[in-house]
């Protein structure tokens, strides 16, 4: 190899290591969505689907947020795995977590024009692959599906393929894929856009449904609930005045009536339970605006159905709709949704909920973390108060071993630019010298080549 072949070559390896090195410290930053899934696996929240919020369109995206990472929502690290997405353009699916070990997501339905959809499909984050499942079931969208404890994945209601309401209770077994359906007797009218939260008593709680008697497929921009352009919802909606309870072990429903500072109208809204396990939670969605002090979170005591509006402080957010909410740690978790401007507002919201009197709005993730007063052998899949033991540590100790590992790879990448950078400049250096040397040769031979010449030429009387 040449010496001008070598510098060619050392040259183009620190162009590939500086393009790697950038690519890695860029940032991935997804598009503002709705309507789309968020699945806590293994301290990952995985994120699907569901529309652009800019224009309504279906996106394809497929990332998560590492939350053994997270300190502060205003430095979100989005990974993405998009490449990997097999999953057609969707929108209004539902999804849990579940399997023999309870480390699989598990997505069900979803609205697409897409006919080679498959109702059911399932996640490895293990192996990070998609898988599609070989299941004859009926699919449905607009529902809020709910797993036991047992890894029964239950969905009632929702919208089907008859773009009708359905009214069926639809129970898929995600240890061994098998499905079954519950009980309708004495259960509530037809409905979507429901709220839906499992007790530690493996029973569910439902409330809220949209009133719309014809339901319009719309994969690409709004349906015909009317919203306002503050999410004021102008018809459309009962009142949370009574909830529905499903009982999971003997297969029966149950009405209870709600009282207190009940909250108003609403659709596309998002519940969680509290961490005693003896509140609900809901944030967000359209709504009419009842007079009270805060709209749009309300907690819902289970010892008396007594509804109440919590004392909160911290900054309030605006309020979403068609977000996703996920108990991770002691907070809940608020994953994109409509109606907020991220250039004030992270995609994340995080809600501390550890203490009962005062709930408070944060932008620090502390992974210092309490377990909750109820058996957690009894809590859903979606309700997530520990977290692994390496995220168990205060605030003021030092970064997990993921977070080291990253920043390690990084200041390696840096070094080794460095080098080569410091080592391409240096054989420059050796190369602009040495061409520097040889053109000095070549004018002195030149010269000499002429004074030569001159002697030799014959001599004219």
């Given at each position: 190899?040449?010496?001008?072949?070598?510098?060619?070559?050392?040259?183009?390896?620190?162009?590939?290591?500086?393009?790697?090195?950038?690519?890695?410290?860029?940032?991935?930053?997804?598009?503002?969505?709705?309507?789309?899934?968020?699945?806590?696996?293994?301290?990952?929240?995985?994120?699907?689907?569901?529309?652009?919020?800019?224009?309504?369109?279906?996106?394809?995206?497929?990332?998560?947020?590492?939350?053994?990472?997270?300190?502060?929502?205003?430095?979100?690290?989005?990974?993405?795995?998009?490449?990997?997405?097999?999953?057609?353009?969707?929108?209004?699916?539902?999804?849990?977590?579940?399997?023999?070990?309870?480390?699989?997501?598990?997505?069900?339905?979803?609205?697409?024009?897409?006919?080679?959809?498959?109702?059911?499909?399932?996640?490895?984050?293990?192996?990070?692959?998609?898988?599609?499942?070989?299941?004859?079931?009926?699919?449905?969208?607009?529902?809020?599906?709910?797993?036991?404890?047992?890894?029964?994945?239950?969905?009632?209601?929702?919208?089907?393929?008859?773009?009708?309401?359905?009214?069926?209770?639809?129970?898929?077994?995600?240890?061994?894929?098998?499905?079954?359906?519950?009980?309708?007797?004495?259960?509530?009218?037809?409905?979507?856009?429901?709220?839906?939260?499992?007790?530690?008593?493996?029973?569910?709680?439902?409330?809220?449904?949209?009133?719309?008697?014809?339901?319009?497929?719309?994969?690409?921009?709004?349906?015909?609930?009317?919203?306002?352009?503050?999410?004021?919802?102008?018809?459309?909606?009962?009142?949370?005045?009574?909830?529905?309870?499903?009982?999971?072990?003997?297969?029966?429903?149950?009405?209870?009536?709600?009282?207190?500072?009940?909250?108003?109208?609403?659709?596309?809204?998002?519940?969680?339970?509290?961490?005693?396990?003896?509140?609900?939670?809901?944030?967000?969605?359209?709504?009419?605006?009842?007079?009270?002090?805060?709209?749009?979170?309300?907690?819902?005591?289970?010892?008396?159905?007594?509804?109440?509006?919590?004392?909160?402080?911290?900054?309030?957010?605006?309020?979403?709709?068609?977000?996703?909410?996920?108990?991770?740690?002691?907070?809940?978790?608020?994953?994109?949704?409509?109606?907020?401007?991220?250039?004030?507002?992270?995609?994340?919201?995080?809600?501390?909920?550890?203490?009962?009197?005062?709930?408070?709005?944060?932008?620090?993730?502390?992974?210092?973390?309490?377990?909750?007063?109820?058996?957690?052998?009894?809590?859903s899949s979606t309700l997530s108060p520990t977290l692994s033991p390496t995220l168990s540590q205060s605030p003021s100790s030092s970064p997990p071993l993921s977070l080291n590992i990253k920043l390690v790879g990084v200041i390696i990448g840096s070094l080794l630019s460095g080098i080569?950078?410091?080592?391409?400049?240096?054989?420059?250096?050796?190369?602009?010298?040495?061409?520097?040397?040889?053109?000095?040769?070549?004018?002195?031979?030149?010269?000499?080549?002429?004074?030569?010449?001159?002697?030799?030429?014959?001599?004219?009387?």
């Amino acid at each position: 190899m040449s010496k001008f072949s070598l510098i060619y070559f050392l040259l183009w390896i620190l162009l590939q290591v500086l393009v790697d090195v950038n690519c890695q410290s860029t940032p991935f930053k997804p598009n503002v969505i709705y309507r789309h899934t968020a699945t806590f696996v293994d301290n990952k929240l995985y994120i699907l689907g569901g529309k652009d919020v800019s224009n309504g369109t279906l996106v394809k995206r497929f990332f998560y947020l590492d939350v053994s990472v997270l300190y502060d929502t205003q430095l979100l690290s989005w990974q993405d795995l998009s490449n990997i997405n097999i999953i057609p353009l969707h929108t209004d699916a539902t999804s849990t977590k579940g399997g023999v070990n309870n480390d699989t997501l598990y997505l069900y339905g979803g609205a697409s024009s897409d006919k080679t959809m498959a109702l059911v499909y399932t996640f490895d984050p293990n192996r990070t692959s998609w898988n599609p499942q070989k299941i004859t079931m009926i699919r449905k969208w607009d529902l809020t599906g709910v797993v036991d404890s047992n890894g029964k994945f239950y969905l009632w209601g929702g919208v089907n393929d008859n773009v009708a309401v359905a009214n069926d209770m639809l129970i898929l077994d995600t240890t061994n894929l098998n499905l079954s359906e519950g009980s309708l007797v004495n259960a509530p009218t037809p409905r979507f856009h429901y709220g839906a939260t499992l007790l530690p008593n493996n029973k569910i709680i439902y409330m809220g449904k949209p009133v719309i008697f014809i339901y319009f497929i719309h994969l690409g921009g709004t349906n015909d609930i009317n919203f306002g352009k503050t999410l004021n919802l102008t018809k459309g909606a009962l009142s949370l005045n009574e909830v529905y309870i499903y009982d999971t072990v003997n297969d029966n429903w149950d009405t209870k009536i709600t009282m207190g500072e009940i909250p108003s109208k609403r659709v596309g809204f998002s519940t969680i339970l509290g961490l005693d396990g003896q509140r609900i939670i809901i944030y967000g969605g359209y709504f009419n605006n009842p007079g009270y002090s805060n709209t749009t979170l309300y907690v819902l005591d289970l010892s008396n159905y007594n509804w109440y509006v919590p004392k909160i402080s911290g900054k309030n957010p605006s309020s979403r709709t068609f977000h996703k909410a996920n108990v991770i740690g002691k907070y809940m978790v608020i994953s994109f949704g409509d109606g907020y401007d991220r250039k004030v507002e992270s995609d994340i919201l995080l809600l501390d909920i550890s203490k009962n009197e005062e709930y408070i709005w944060t932008t620090k993730f502390d992974h210092s973390i309490s377990s909750p007063s109820y058996s957690p052998s009894t809590s859903s899949s979606t309700l997530s108060p520990t977290l692994s033991p390496t995220l168990s540590q205060s605030p003021s100790s030092s970064p997990p071993l993921s977070l080291n590992i990253k920043l390690v790879g990084v200041i390696i990448g840096s070094l080794l630019s460095g080098i080569f950078l410091s080592v391409g400049v240096f054989f420059v250096y050796k190369w602009y010298k040495y061409r520097q040397q040889q053109k000095t040769i070549r004018e002195n031979e030149f010269e000499k080549d002429i004074q030569i010449s001159s002697l030799q030429k014959p001599m004219v009387c």
